[in-house]
């Protein structure tokens, strides 16, 4: 027997995460009940966006259109570049601080056993941004677990190498914790009070 | 300025019960980074969910067809009728207990100043399966709150009147509790030892 669209539906539904059977019922039956308007919107939004999503050719960050607004924006400083691990980071950095520089987004962080290394965190077009443009200071906002301080390490070679300042977080970010999930007061506060890293 | 298509998406996952705005954020970068197949399916799936599935004309639970598949099965006991407030609940029985009768779903229960009363519910359907069918008992699975008692002790009369024996599910339910979320063993042994109802 071929499983009903509810079926299919509540199936669907467990891709996002932290949804099991459970909560996907529910969700299945609050759109059928009491939310059409806003299931039809959610079906159009989310197939619109998983075909014209992609990545800004400057930053990596999610974008629909070749640049994102902020590298497109001409009000944004562009002595101060801030690398990140994922768009998730970005936002959270962009909501809790009141930086105004540009984003380079890594899309994870160097991890040789994953396959991950230099090349898939698009490293050698930053370190063409390194070289060519007005950068500064190379703010370093990858998570404070192990292979998110390797990166880090990584980095602040390759701006030192090219004349850049690197910078790291303050301490405040807990140890072992994920950026994403830190509080606004203290992220802006560790933002703040980043300081250089030496060898 | 327009939002982008990310915050649309954002903006539009809040539709979901008990999704705010970090959840949505989680659930967004989720599809595009890690689930774009997953995104594409929802989509579809949601899409056709909303616009197909409506009513089963003889119970009125979810379905896509003019009879849902319970109804439409020549193997259910067309002695037994349960009567539940939500399509919710009815899966719950279903899942839970070994029941092989049919169902009634109110999509709601008697709440007079909500204006919901018995056209509302269906009731004169109800009672019309109840005179005409081949009913002898109509379970009655409303949830124990003081609205659903009230609805209970209505369709009891209903029952009575059409000479159906009305029972209720047993003490086992919590009261204030909802049907949904009570845990499958409590459920099913409550259904087991359900009594008639006397006036
Ligand atoms: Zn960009
Ligand atoms: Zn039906």
Redesign the interface.
Known sequence: MTA???E??IE??R????VGQK?A?????????R??E????????????????GHCARCRD?S?AELC?TCASPSRDTHLLCAVE???DR?AIEQATGYRGLYFVL?GRLSPLDGIGPRELGLEQLAERLSEDQVRELIIATNPTVEGEATAHYLAQLARQRGVRPSRLAHGVPLGGELEYVDRGTLSHAFGSRSEMYD
Chains 1, 2 share one sequence.
């Not at 891709?15 to 932290?18: E, S, Y």
């Open positions: 009903s669209l509810l299919q539906l669907a539904f891709v996002l995460p932290g909560t019922q529910r969700m299945a039956y609050h759109v059928l009940e939310e059409r806003g299931g039809v919107r959610l079906s159009k939004v989310l197939g619109e966006a998983m075909e014209r999503i999610f629909e607004a994922s768009p998730a936002m899309q």
